[in-house]
T-cell receptor, first 113, second 110 residues
Framework: EAGVAQSPRYKIIEKRQSVAFWCNPI?????LYWYQQILGQGPKLLIQ????????DSQLPKDRFSAERLKGVDSTLKIQPAKLEDSAVYLC???????????FGQGTRLTVV | KQEVTQIPAALSVPEGENLVLNCSFT??????LQWFRQDPGKGLTSLLL?????REQTSGRLNASLDKSSGRSTLYIAASQPGDSATYLC?????????FGDGTTLTVKP
């Protein structure tokens, strides 16, 4: 079974630039999550989708972050404009349904300089 | 608001030792408790998932327990090996939202 796919693996951008990350969840998984993991900390939930609808985006900095899952399958997370403090690993996860086991991708490491 | 704490932040043991990693959470209304392993520069690998109706789960040398009344979970690793060196994260799950601790970084010395 293929796992959660994320791209790119690494990205370096200058502050105030924009960047986009892509996630393809495990086939058939209805729930998709984006997490931000700052070095030395545990992941923090940014947004949760159930199919193509947003379940929770209370922790998403909506002035600069946006995410979509238009067809209920893959998803993109965008940052515009980026700040230095956005440097982190962005993890995508999926699960068959809410409260079932979540499976994580390898993450995208973003460095903002 | 759920808060998850993991103690210790770092642990170094000689190969072959049995060890326990601790995880505490403030809101006992969690649905599941999940333990993950994270290698440097990698994503999270799920180790064990304990559902709210369960008290423990076992996989090979790993055993995880859950005590919702005291707000605690432990991950027991038997006969540790250098390949066990990684960061171990626990997450309390409620309504599909996972709240993570900051992890315990384990080093197993040959």
């Amino acid at each position: 079974e293929a796992g959660v796919a994320q791209s790119p693996r690494y990205k370096i951008i200058e502050k105030r630039q924009s960047v986009a990350f892509w996630c393809n969840p495990i086939s058939g998984h209805a729930t998709l999550y984006w997490y931000q993991q700052i070095l030395g900390q545990g992941p923090k939930l940014l947004i949760q989708f159930q199919n193509n609808g947003v379940v929770d985006d209370s922790q998403l900095p909506k002035d600069r972050f946006s995410a979509e899952r238009l067809k209920g399958v893959d998803s993109t997370l965008k940052i515009q404009p980026a700040k230095l403090e956005d440097s982190a690993v962005y993890l995508c996860a999926s699960s068959p349904s809410v409260d079932s086991e979540a499976f994580f991708g390898q993450g995208t490491r973003l460095t903002v300089v | 608001k759920q808060e998850v704490t993991q103690i210790p932040a770092a642990l170094s043991v000689p190969e072959g030792e049995n060890l326990v990693l601790n995880c505490s959470f403030t809101d006992s209304a969690i649905y599941n408790l999940q333990w993950f392993r994270q290698d440097p520069g990698k994503g999270l690998t799920s180790l064990l998932l304990i559902q709210s109706s369960q008290r423990e789960q076992t996989s090979g040398r790993l055993n995880a327990s859950l005590d919702k009344s005291s707000g605690r979970s432990t991950l027991y690793i038997a006969a540790s090996q250098p390949g066990d060196s990684a960061t171990y994260l626990c997450a309390g799950i409620n309504a599909g939202k996972s709240t993570f601790g900051d992890g315990t970084t384990l080093t197993v010395k040959p």
